[in-house]
């Protein structure tokens, strides 16, 4: 079983919708979570951090579930610009960050 | 706003030959890495550097080897290339290792084809 599971997708939503990605990890003494952005072809990028107490940043909404060990992320009112693949991200014990294979999403018109 | 440069882009190399992926950071991070991404497996790591100095073996270190040449620079050698070696790498920072922000500054990512 990997350390952190994500559905590959891909996710094809129309523009202003709503969609979440879940994410589960196989380590309960996981510390941190995050997730990052990752544009076709290019470097992935820190989309946000996910606390306990569940996080917003604009129409991102970030929240951890530690009992079923997994997280999620909901995008609001979809832009064109969202799509891009997902990528969840767990720190470990050691302090090493360990990546899901990313949920890809397309936005459509 | 370099933040971190690595070299080159694109690769082509025929099995068994050798070469070095160059890294570089000009934020004055402490911690380097170096990760591979291949379809549907995420990001491995595969070494890295908490500081200057020292370097420590990740999830995938077979078949490479590193040197933290000074604090900004970390390069990865593939010492006889193997096609299983086709991937995207790519080199990362961070202030601190495993700093608790999460933020890994990432470069651009360079692709190897090994035929």
């Known amino acids: 079983r990997k350390e952190v599971e994500q559905d590959p997708g891909p996710f094809n939503v129309p523009e202003g919708a709503t969609v979440a990605f879940n994410c589960t990890y196989s380590n309960s003494a996981s510390q941190s979570f995050f997730w990052y952005r990752q544009d076709c072809r290019k470097e992935p990028k820190l989309l946000m951090s996910v606390y306990s107490s569940g996080n917003e940043d604009g129409r991102f909404t970030a929240q951890l579930n530690r009992a079923s060990q997994y997280i999620s992320l909901l995008i609001r009112d979809s832009k064109l610009s969202d799509s891009a693949t997902y990528l969840c991200?767990?720190?470990?014990?050691?302090?090493?960050?360990?990546f899901g294979g990313g949920t890809r999403l397309m936005v459509k018109p | 706003n370099a933040g971190v440069t690595q070299t080159p882009k694109f690769q082509v190399l025929k099995t068994g030959q050798s070469m070095t992926l160059q890294c570089a950071q000009d934020?004055?991070?402490?911690?380097m890495y170096w990760y591979r991404q291949d379809p549907g497996m995420g990001l491995r790591l595969i070494y890295y550097s908490a500081s200057e100095g020292t370097t420590d073996k990740g999830e995938v270190p077979n078949g490479y080897n590193v040197s933290r040449l000074n604090k900004r620079e970390f390069s990865l050698r593939l010492e006889s290339a193997a096609p299983s070696q086709t991937s995207v790498y790519f080199c990362?920072?961070?202030?601190?290792?495993?700093?608790?922000?999460?933020?890994?500054?990432f470069g651009e990512g360079s692709r190897l084809t090994v035929l």
């Open positions: 934020m004055n991070h402490n911690s």
């Open positions: 990362a920072s961070s202030e601190f290792p495993g700093s608790n922000t999460g933020e890994l500054f």
């Open positions: 991200v767990v720190k470990q014990a050691g302090n090493m960050l360990t």
